[in-house]
């Protein structure tokens, strides 16, 4: 009793939401499937949050001391959550305005049976950076190309590591993506940073994994006369659909530019969405018509970039593959996540505020010592929550809540902490066969995890390459004075 009345919590109290959490998640996991994140992920997070003010209230922490750290925490992702509803906008007109159906026909262009695995992982690269998602990409090309590779008789596990290494490789480069969001927002610095910074190991990850791909395909025996219909079909129905013009690529082209110029990503993202409707008007009259409807063309097209920007919007392009990969989902796409994000920073805040959080750090923080040591207990812990919790979420919020002060501590700019997060969290959730993305991927292409993990090579290096430019000190910033 005493123990609870000190407001210092025993390592076991502090341990007991986690746990809970844990438990429930992976209840979710066994039961909902790939469908946690409709709500019950959310609700899990609420209820561990309730055990861990339970707790708080037992360790006489007030009240309103405990709300106002779930507030504060909500607070500050406040930025992070209006980020993710442009991004749902910008996507729907980019998809609208043909910007991103381009992106996929010119990429398909590329593709070549003698560097097909380089090739594949290339194309899904592409389009997973255009659209930021690594989720439509491989449910959509990715399921095209493991037919082509199929049938130039390669290893479904090597056809499943290119697609997957590829496309999370986009997911984690690009402004659009949630988790590419997420990780900057939970480690305290901003997205325009964090995504410079995780050039540094994230480039040498690709380019080694497409040297592996490439070379595989170069000294592999393959049928080089296969039937590539599955990719031919998919530029004809994208091409009667849409009109594709390079002209396109201004746009985001203009947005990269803005970026480059440090241009903060909230007006950034809200010109290419902007930009994308006003070519959405000039280029794809037959899409406007046919999604705002016959008439007056300045109503059409209000209606469509309006509905494009904020809720699902698809178009019949007469081919299944092609039918998902131009849906949209808008603002109203994006708010699962923001749901998701509202209930992990309520969490966490409770769990900050009773006090919880840190006595968990301080045990953590006994393997860390030295600034290398401390990349690879975060690494470590990133990897720990996606096998447990199922979540890659999960696995960037709870990690990055618990670590974010230690980076200031040993005097580490923010944005070490929010590439580990992303080099650790974000690429190994697809490799855990109970977590929500291995279980997706899986059931999508139809290859089990165990199969295709070996050859995901990306995915396999990045962690390991965070670890190594720790430990060899290249690249880690430090804080400045100001800071």
Known sequence: MEQLKSRKPTLILALIPIICLIALL???????GDDTLSGSNQLTLLLSAAIAAFIGYLIQVPWKEMLDGAIKSISSAMGALIILLLIGSLAGTWMLSGIVPAMIYYGLDILSPQIFLFAACLICAIVSLGTGSSWSTVATIGIAMLGIGSALGIHEGLIGGAIISGAYFGDKMSPLSDTTNLAPAMAGTDLISHIKYMM?????????????????????DYNLNADSNKVSLMQEAIANKYYITPWLFLVPIGVIFMIVKKVPPIPALL???????????????????????????IKSSYISIMDAMTIDVSLDTGNKEVNKLVETGGMSGMLNTIWLIICAMSFGGVMEA??????????I??????????VLTTSSTCLFFNVTASDQYLAIVV?????ASTYKKY???PKNLSRTLEDSATVTSVLIPWNTCGATQSGVLGVATITYLPYCFFNLISPLMTIFFAYASIKIAKLKKED
């Open 26 to 32: 992976s209840i979710n996991v066994w039961i909902y």
């Open 411 to 413: 005097n580490l700019d």
């Open 200 to 220: 540094w190991t994230t480039i040498p990850s690709i380019i080694i994994a497409l040297i592996a791909f490439l070379l595989i395909g170069l000294f592999s």
């Open 365 to 374: 923080m006994n393997f860390v010592k030295s600034r290398k040591s401390l």
């Open 399 to 403: 990690p990055g809540r618990m670590f």
């Open 271 to 297: 010109i290419g969405t902007l930009a994308g409707g006003v070519f959405a008007m000039i280029f794809q009259v037959d899409v406007i018509y046919e999604i705002g409807g016959a008439g007056n063309y």
């Open 354 to 363: 009773t006090g919880l959080l840190q006595r968990i750090s301080e045990s």
